[in-house]
């Protein structure tokens, strides 16, 4: 029976996005066909509270699109069967077991180790919750590790709660690595890249700190090579990095940049030959192409919504485990633009599906399965 479900879990086609409402968080799920286009299903509370248009510092411009300045908000673990969420306004993380019809039923909420979570990660049994901290009430920016069990319930790790660079170090992506040796935090406001190395019992060692090459360091993707991508939302760029085994970084392509406003979201194709940005502030999503070391150039962009109709700012982004598809939510609408994926990678625009009639905004997180 259970290789039964394992079978269905990897064959549900579904994406989900986070509503981070304030009054109650909720996950929306939509099927996903054949051809890569959504159909609204259903709405699940996380129990837990959202910002809603709030941003999570004064770091960022409180402008209701983007509060909680991350990638990484809503994960689903590697094999499919989990998603978590975090609820920045109450403090906690919940997780979902994903049902054979794609379905999430809550299996667990518990208090993030911090003030504010963002961004959450999930490698095997170990899962990460980076928390933005509040410097108003004195409380710091950290990580905190949890064990999820077989059935989606989460344990606190004794002793895994890990100051980043400084007190108030904007987290905006925890990140294992490929094998999960190591996880990443890039922080928004130090401009620091933080390796942290991870230990058998599910501790982490004291951070390596290391420089971004370039300003507001959001969004990060691992390579299968080990190549780490980053965002820059300052310097309007992207830059690819390699890591050495002791958690240094060194700069391959510096701060390429986008030519348009705040690069924040990447995600690669499956054959890992281009990566998409989205930009948010200027409604557009970039493609660049990376060659075989690690080395970036522009190569083309695509407006995410379609000319002539209300913009959609785009956010968080996934693609769909075939290679076929790529998905992006749109802050300012909470919709989701799909696109299908040429082979030259270059974008072709699809459907801009929604699951309400009128713009929600505060909406973040995108996870595909």
Same mark, same amino acid.
């Given at each position: 029976?259970?290789?039964?479900?394992?079978?269905?879990?990897?064959?549900?086609?579904?994406?989900?996005?986070?509503?981070?409402?304030?009054?109650?968080?909720?996950?929306?799920?939509? #099927?996903?066909?054949?051809?890569?286009?959504?159909?609204?299903?259903?709405?699940?509370?996380?129990?837990? /509270?959202?910002?809603? @248009?709030?941003? =999570?510092?004064?770091?960022?411009?409180?402008?209701?699109?983007?509060?909680?300045?991350?990638?990484? &908000?809503?994960?689903?673990?590697?094999?499919?069967?989990?998603?978590?969420?975090?609820?920045?306004?109450?403090?906690?993380?919940?997780?979902?077991?994903?049902?054979?019809?794609? &379905?999430?039923? +809550?299996?667990?909420?518990?208090?993030?180790?911090? @003030?504010?979570?963002?961004?959450?990660?999930?490698?095997?049994?170990?899962?990460?919750?980076?928390?933005?901290?509040?410097?108003?009430?004195?409380?710091?920016?950290?990580?905190?590790?949890?064990? %999820?069990?077989?059935?989606?319930?989460?344990?606190?790790?004794?002793?895994?709660?890990?100051?980043?660079?400084?007190?108030?170090?904007?987290?905006?992506?925890?990140?294992?690595?490929?094998?999960?040796?190591?996880?990443?935090?890039?922080?928004?406001?130090?401009?620091?890249?933080? =390796?942290?190395?991870?230990?058998?019992?599910?501790?982490?060692?004291?951070?390596?700190?290391?420089?971004?090459?370039?300003?507001?360091?959001?969004?990060?993707?691992? +390579?299968?090579?080990?190549?780490?991508?980053?965002?820059?939302?300052?310097?309007?760029?992207?830059?690819?990095?390699?890591? *050495?085994?002791?958690? %240094?970084?060194?700069?391959?392509?510096?701060?390429?940049?986008?030519?348009?406003?705040?690069?924040?979201?990447?995600?690669?194709? /499956?054959?890992?030959?281009?990566? #998409?940005?989205?930009? @948010?502030?200027?409604?557009?999503?970039?493609?660049?192409?990376?060659?075989?070391?690690? &080395? $970036?150039?522009?190569?083309?962009?695509?407006? *995410?919504?379609?000319?002539?109709? &209300?913009?959609? $700012?785009?956010?968080?982004?996934?693609?769909?485990?075939?290679?076929?598809?790529f998905y992006t939510l749109n802050g300012n609408q909470g919709t989701?633009?799909?696109?299908?994926?040429?082979?030259?990678?270059? $974008?072709?625009?699809?459907?801009?599906?929604?699951?309400?009639?009128?713009?929600?905004?505060?909406?973040?997180?995108?996870?595909? $399965?």
């Amino acid at each position: 029976m259970q290789i039964m479900n394992e079978y269905f879990r990897a064959n549900a086609s579904m994406v989900y996005i986070m509503t981070n409402n304030e009054v109650m968080n909720q996950i929306i799920s939509f #099927y996903r066909d054949m051809n890569g286009m959504l159909t609204f299903v259903d709405s699940y509370p996380t129990y837990g /509270r959202g910002t809603g @248009t709030k941003e =999570v510092s004064t770091a960022t411009a409180n402008d209701g699109v983007d509060p909680l300045t991350s990638q990484g &908000a809503l994960t689903l673990s590697r094999d499919g069967r989990f998603l978590l969420a975090v609820n920045a306004g109450s403090h906690s993380i919940s997780s979902f077991s994903i049902t054979d019809s794609g &379905a999430p039923v +809550l299996v667990d909420v518990k208090p993030s180790g911090g @003030t504010q979570p963002n961004t959450v990660d999930v490698f095997g049994n170990l899962v990460y919750v980076a928390n933005v901290g509040n410097v108003a009430n004195n409380f710091a920016s950290n990580i905190t590790g949890f064990r %999820i069990d077989n059935n989606g319930r989460l344990t606190p790790i004794p002793g895994s709660t890990h100051s980043l660079s400084t007190f108030n170090a904007q987290p905006a992506q925890v990140l294992f690595t490929r094998d999960g040796s190591k996880i990443l935090v890039s922080e928004l406001t130090s401009n620091h890249l933080s =390796v942290f190395h991870v230990n058998q019992n599910g501790t982490v060692t004291e951070p390596i700190v290391n420089d971004s090459y370039g300003q507001g360091p959001l969004g990060a993707y691992f +390579l299968s090579s080990g190549i780490l991508l980053v965002t820059e939302a300052d310097s309007n760029a992207l830059s690819s990095y390699s890591m *050495s085994t002791d958690g %240094i970084l060194h700069v391959i392509s510096g701060s390429v940049p986008t030519g348009y406003k705040t690069a924040c979201w990447v995600v690669t194709t /499956r054959n890992e030959r281009f990566a #998409y940005i989205t930009n @948010t502030l200027s409604g557009t999503i970039s493609t660049y192409r990376i060659d075989r070391n690690g &080395a $970036l150039s522009v190569v083309r962009h695509i407006t *995410s919504t379609p000319p002539g109709t &209300a913009p959609g $700012l785009p956010m968080d982004v996934g693609v769909s485990k075939d290679g076929r598809y790529f998905y992006t939510l749109n802050g300012n609408q909470g919709t989701v633009s799909v696109f299908t994926i040429q082979d030259d990678g270059s $974008l072709v625009r699809l459907q801009v599906a929604a699951w309400t009639n009128f713009p929600y905004l505060g909406s973040q997180g995108l996870a595909v $399965l």
